[in-house]
Each structure stands twice: as C-alpha cells, then as structure tokens.
C-alpha cells in the first residue's frame, strides 16, 4: 500500500538547536517528493522537489534529502519565524495525479 | 502575483444546504486539484483535472462534484451539505509533465463548518 509517514509528530527546538524531520515512503516508481511549509490559516507553500536517491536541495537554513525508502529535511540554526508545520508529498504512480500526504510535523522553535 | 486564489474564505452552512467553492489560478497551469485537510489525517484528494475539459475522483470524492470552467477556474460543489464535510478545502494547481512529477501551488483555504 502506499504510504507516507512524516516523524516527530511535533518537535520543540530551542533557537539555533539543528535538528532533521523524516519523512518515509512506500510508493513504486518514485518521480519526485516535495515538501511543503505550512503557517496557520495558510495554505502549504512549496520548498523543495527531489527527484532521486543522493540528491540535496538547500534553502537559506533548509536542506532535503532523500534516500530510496526516506527523506530529511534537516534545520540548521533555526529561528523563530521557521516555527510552522512541514509536509511532504508524493506521486502515487505515473500519471495519477495522485498526490500523498503525510500528516506533517509540527515544529516549534524558541526564542 | 496572487498564484491560486479561493473564495470565500470562510463559510458558515446548515444540513442540507448548497453551496460552490471558487479557485482560480494565473500561472497557466493545466492541471487543478480540490483537497480537504482535517486534524490528524493530512490533506486528502477530493477530485482533480488533469487539463482543461477532464476531471477524475480522486481518494473522497462523494458528496461533491466539481468543474473545469476553463484552463485558470476549477471550482467544487456540495449539493447537501453534510456535517462530516466540516474541513478546511484547499485547492491547487501544477504544470503538466509526463516525464517528472510537478509541485503543486495552493491557495490558503476555504474554512468551512456545517452546522
């Protein structure tokens, strides 16, 4: 069956605390995996695509990466304003259109 | 630069009651999705387009239908509201590409309780 599982569920970090989210993945013929940042009362905005084992992707204190079962998105030296809850996604086969969720990690960084 | 917009954004219903949620989206994308997100169970396929002129169910498609009006609008209906149908509904849209999957775009919401 298809799946994706995102853990922690909820994570607290204190500010500047580096720390990585999972998010695992059964799904045959992987094309892409996506994670998203989602604020309250906001819909998720795209962060990143990673197309294949061993690629990474950067942003500002964000990095993806992904293996064949798994992905991390790793923060380092987070701040406030990263506080959010993160998604990742993927494609159920070629050609579905068929996008899974997983339920998110809530992530909480301290001043 | 609005990306996909929805309206309304917040929506009130009693049992029974009808009602169309809009999304229109300006990046020329082909294809649209409809999603609801509910605590503890992520965001769910309701329907999708793949392009203008199709529309397929996606995982919870009973209790709505939807229509591609054109390439920028896909807007989705309850025809008897339902009280389990209380979620918030997000709707997206992504470029069409056969040989990699595509991120999709979102709008910030519906926020819909039924009374």
């Known amino acids: 069956e298809d799946q994706v599982t995102q853990s922690p569920e909820a994570l607290r970090l204190q500010e500047g605390e580096s720390s990585s989210l999972n998010c695992s993945y059964t799904?045959?013929?992987?094309?892409?995996l996506f994670w998203y940042r989602q604020d309250p009362g906001k819909g998720p905005e795209f962060l990143f695509t990673?197309?294949?084992a061993g690629e990474e992707k950067e942003k500002e204190r964000l990095k993806a990466t992904l293996t064949k079962k798994e992905s991390f998105l790793h923060i380092t030296a987070p701040k406030p304003e990263d506080s959010a809850t993160y998604l990742c996604?993927?494609?159920?086969?070629?050609?579905?259109?068929?996008?899974?969720f997983g339920t998110g990690t809530r992530l909480k960084v301290l001043a | 630069n609005a990306g996909v917009t929805q309206t309304p954004k917040f929506q009130v219903l009693k049992t029974g009651q009808s009602m169309t949620l809009q999304c229109a989206q300006d990046?020329?994308?082909?294809?649209m999705y409809w999603y609801r997100q509910d605590p503890g169970m992520g965001l769910r396929l309701i329907y999708y387009?793949?392009?203008?002129?199709?529309?397929d169910k996606g995982e919870v498609p009973n209790g709505y239908n939807v229509s591609r009006l054109n390439k920028r609008e896909f807007s989705l209906r309850l025809e008897s509201a339902a009280p389990s149908q209380t979620s918030v509904y997000f709707c997206a849209s992504s470029e069409a590409n056969r040989a990699r999957d595509q991120p999709q775009h979102f709008g910030d919401g519906t926020r819909l309780s039924i009374l």
């Open positions: 990673l197309y294949s």
């Open positions: 799904v045959s013929g992987l094309r892409g």
């Open positions: 387009s793949a392009s203008e002129g199709t529309t």
């Open positions: 990046m020329n994308h082909n294809s």
């Open positions: 996604a993927v494609q159920r086969g070629p050609g579905t259109y068929k996008y899974i």
